[in-house]
């Protein structure tokens, strides 16, 4: 076994996260010597890839799952709101940077305005999203958020929604600061710039098996096709989305000890019928149903490909035990652990809702999804619409006290030493790689990441500082990315 090729740091996974924890490493430590392992045949391919995700700029402008309604009809408390909004200025600002770096290309290549619109129907939701929009009407990261009962109004901001509408007492909130991002053009260059800076990138190798060395390095056995081959790494990152469980368990590192994914299919239907897409500019989110999955919720997106436009709906949410959408069926059962099993069977038991609704949802035909569809699109034809399977979502099972927890959000684990660190989770997702991978970093270099916070404050100005506490701040930074990047301001 030769271990002849050593590195400083080898990124497991070709997607937006080993994209971005590359690119900060190779920014504040230009001579790391880094290695990228990606098992299929080119970069961003899973979840990253523009079909593959909504491609929204989650900044809870407009997902009402970031801001439930109060229990006594006060008004809806806008804290993870503004958490979420905070983090995705942070990734607004990276990519800014990036841009004027000439790391990132023209921003219209990943990103656009799309204003974001939120619309509910029937009395409870109509009151909800009224009390949720005079909470963040004055928060600085909301600016300029609007509210409307009326339907005249509802349809200047988007006709499909309103167009063979029968009448029904609606409403929506709309803002033009949302945008619509292609993380997998974001992660493509982004791999192409660590290309060009001496960062070895391998496509079609998988690693199968990490094992540590006594001084705190790792070996990473890859295999390929008809290959296996060894390599050295004093630090790993598992950014390998719904297979990190997986690496981080043959890691073995005590900290995974416990943790399971709940995995989550989707699929979407899209059309890119240009009458239909040139009335809709905007992504609208509604309510969900009992049980869905938040971000599982259907939604209407304007979607914008290699300078395409399409319209989004979905995603639809199912049961599938893969991990990834190239992953295996045998991904779930062999997850499971002595250690796990419980955190499992309990999140099976007190989420019969959530299960319910898979399997509903799973079972739906087409038809049945384009039913969906209308109560957005009242007017939908079948045959204007695709359906095509989207990325899995591997949501994190966190051990807990009464067994298990279903999370939704992201979960970093790192062992002890920091030599390794994995990606659990889904959500926010993409939106929110730059604020995950700073914090990988102060888990993986917690000697170092003091020192680094100057350089990383030359790329994300407000680092440290909350923008939602001083509107002059909140403000001024909108606007400066928002002109780089070519956003509204
Ligand atoms: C249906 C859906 C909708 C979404 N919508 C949004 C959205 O609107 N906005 C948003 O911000 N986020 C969204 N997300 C979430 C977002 O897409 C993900 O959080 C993000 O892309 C995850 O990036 P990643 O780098 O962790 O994983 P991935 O992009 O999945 O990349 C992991 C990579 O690791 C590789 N890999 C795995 N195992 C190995 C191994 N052993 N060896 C080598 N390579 C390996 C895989 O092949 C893959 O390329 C959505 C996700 C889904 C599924």
Redesign the pocket.
């Given at each position: 076994m030769s271990n002849s090729e050593h590195y400083d740091l080898a990124l497991?996974?070709?997607?937006?996260?080993?994209?971005?924890l590359g690119v900060l490493i190779k920014l504040v430590n230009p001579k790391a010597k880094i290695v990228l392992?990606?098992?299929?045949d080119k970069?961003?391919?899973?979840?990253?890839?523009p079909w593959?995700?909504?491609?929204?700029?989650?900044a809870a402008l407009c997902e009402l799952n970031y801001m439930p309604d109060s229990k006594d009809g006060s008004l809806p408390d806008p804290t993870k709101a503004i958490d979420i909004n905070e983090q995705f200025q942070v990734s607004r600002q990276f990519w800014a940077s990036l841009v004027e770096q000439g790391i990132l290309s023209a921003p219209e290549t990943f990103i656009r305005t799309v204003p974001h619109m939120t619309f509910v129907r029937g009395e409870k939701d109509v009151d909800y999203l009224s009390r949720r929009f005079e909470s963040l009407k004055a928060q600085p990261l909301f600016a300029g958020i609007q509210f409307s009962k009326d339907p005249k109004q509802i349809s200047k901001w988007s006709p499909l929604i309103i167009e063979g509408r029968a009448e029904e007492t609606i409403a929506a909130t709309f803002i033009d600061q949302g945008t619509d991002?292609d993380?997998?053009a974001i992660?493509q260059q982004m791999i192409d710039w660590l290309a060009k800076k001496s960062v070895k990138i391998e496509t079609g190798?998988?690693?199968?098996n990490l094992y540590q060395y006594q001084d705190g390095s790792w070996q990473l056995s890859?295999g390929g096709e008809n290959y296996q081959r060894f390599v050295r790494a004093d630090k790993v990152f598992?950014?390998?989305?719904?297979?990190?469980l997986?690496?981080l368990q043959r890691a073995g590192i005590p900290e995974i000890d416990g943790y399971g994914t709940f995995p989550?299919s989707?699929h979407?239907l899209r059309t890119d019928n240009p009458e239909i897409v040139a009335k809709h500019q905007a992504?609208v989110y509604s309510q969900a149903q009992v049980g869905a999955p938040p971000?599982?919720v259907p939604h209407l997106?304007t979607r914008v490909v290699d300078g395409k436009t399409s319209l989004l709906f979905?995603?639809f949410?199912g049961l599938n035990p893969k991990f990834?959408?190239?992953?295996s069926i045998l991904d779930l059962p062999l997850s499971l652990r002595p250690k796990n099993l419980i955190p499992y069977l309990s999140v099976a038991l007190k989420n019969f809702d959530l299960v319910t609704y898979l399997i509903k949802e799973v079972t739906k035909s087409r038809n049945q999804k384009i039913e969906g569809l209308r109560e957005f699109v009242p007017g939908a034809k079948a045959e204007d619409w695709v359906l095509y399977e989207?990325?899995?979502?591997a949501q994190v099972i966190k051990p807990s006290k009464g067994g298990g927890t279903l999370q939704f959000g992201?979960e970093v684990i790192a062992a002890e030493d920091g030599s390794i660190a994995g990606?659990l989770?889904?959500?926010?997702?993409?939106?929110?790689?730059v604020s995950v991978m700073l914090d990988v970093i102060e888990r993986m270099y917690p000697q170092q990441s003091a020192s680094w916070l100057s350089t990383l404050k030359n790329t994300i100005p407000s680092l440290g500082r909350k923008l939602n506490s001083d509107s002059k701040l909140a403000k001024k930074t909108l606007t400066d990315t928002a002109r780089v990047l070519k956003l509204k301001a």
């Open positions: 497991v996974g070709g997607g937006i996260m080993s994209a971005t392992f990606e098992r299929l970069v961003a391919l899973e979840s990253s890839n593959n995700n909504a491609g929204t700029g989650h991002v993380y997998g992660t190798v998988e690693v199968k890859l598992v950014g390998a989305g719904g297979w990190a997986k690496l989550v989707g979407f992504k971000m599982s997106d979905g995603p949410a990834l959408k190239f992953g989207a990325g899995q979502r992201t990606l989770g889904a959500s926010p997702g993409a939106s929110v790689a």
